[in-house]
């Protein structure tokens, strides 16, 4: 006992000085870094300061991210969501309701697979129909879609919607052929604010006319009122519901929510999904 004991002690010693030495050396060293810069820039003349380069190369890693989201799906998922394309382009009859290409996609909560579901079908909607299709990241509390397709957060949708950028400016090309998307972008308005703007339905006209199906990543319709706002002015809605998590009384909460303001549902999307019967004994029931 008497060995491991002075093993930790001496392990713990160690930590601690490691920790005290790094800590001590950073510090130290950004600030002579800070110094010795400003002082060997004004002196030579060439209005450089060694500081500047550590934000550069910071800044040329974000320009290159990678793609997060592996697209190649297996045989259950991919039919899954060829259903789901199935049941919301095909219009039957002359009294049934238009395809909608403005597709706003919702969730009832954080972290329900909305920006997945996003990305995902909209690869589908690119092999079905073989058109262009944009993802729009609607989602200005927490956007991820630029990590997902692997693309730079440098101006998007609420440039687009102020009149600051046109859509050329803010459209980015993704790994995948004829599938493109549009960040978020920043704003001063604040979410709500830019979505009730003057410049939303120029926006999507613009986004409409450019595109064969554009979806937009909405942030959860319980959590903020960002999709009842946008939603109204999409052709359609379809809410994700994460399997064994997302309790009945949230999703019947969301769906009251965003008809009552106008909204058309089409669908939903059950995520995440676990099939506890084995396939063999499903079968025989």
């Known amino acids: 006992m008497s060995r491991i004991y002075d093993a930790l002690k001496k392990l713990e010693a160690e930590r601690r000085g490691a920790k005290g030495n790094g800590g001590g050396n950073g510090g130290g060293n950004g600030g002579n870094g800070g110094r010795n810069g400003g002082g060997n820039g004004k002196r030579n003349g060439n209005g450089r300061s060694r500081w500047r380069w550590p934000f550069g190369r910071v800044l040329r890693r974000e320009a290159e991210p990678r793609v997060a989201l592996d697209f190649r799906l297996g045989p ?7 259903r789901l394309g199935t049941n919301l382009l ?10 909608p290409r403005l597709l706003g996609v919702t969730a009832s909560r954080h972290g329900e697979g909305t920006t ?7 690869s589908i909607l690119v092999r079905r129909r073989s058109g262009r299709v944009a993802v729009v990241e609607a989602n200005l509390r927490t956007p991820s879609c630029d990590a997902v397709f692997g693309v730079a957060r440098n101006g998007g949708f609420a440039e687009l919607v102020e009149g600051r950028a046109e859509l050329p400016a803010v459209v980015q090309k993704t790994p995948i ?4 998307v549009v960040t978020s972008g920043q704003t001063a308005l604040g979410p709500s604010g830019l979505f009730d703007s003057d410049g939303i339905p120029v926006a999507l006209t613009k986004l409409r006319e450019a595109f064969d199906f554009v979806l937009f990543d909405l942030p959860p319709a319980n959590v903020y009122s960002d999709a009842s706002i946008l939603g109204p002015r999409l052709d359609a809605a379809l809410i994700v519901i994460e399997a064994d998590r997302t309790r009945i009384p949230e999703v019947e909460r969301t769906r009251r929510s965003l008809e009552r303001v106008g909204v058309r549902l089409v669908g939903s999307v059950l995520n995440r999904r676990r099939d506890y019967i084995p396939a063999f004994i499903e079968e025989l029931l």
């Open 116 to 122: 997945t579901t996003v990305a995902v079908f909209a």
């Open 76 to 82: 259950e998922v991919e039919e899954a969501y060829q």
């Open 90 to 99: 095909t219009s039957l009859g002359p009294d049934a309701a238009p395809v």
């Open 177 to 180: 052929a004829n599938l493109f």
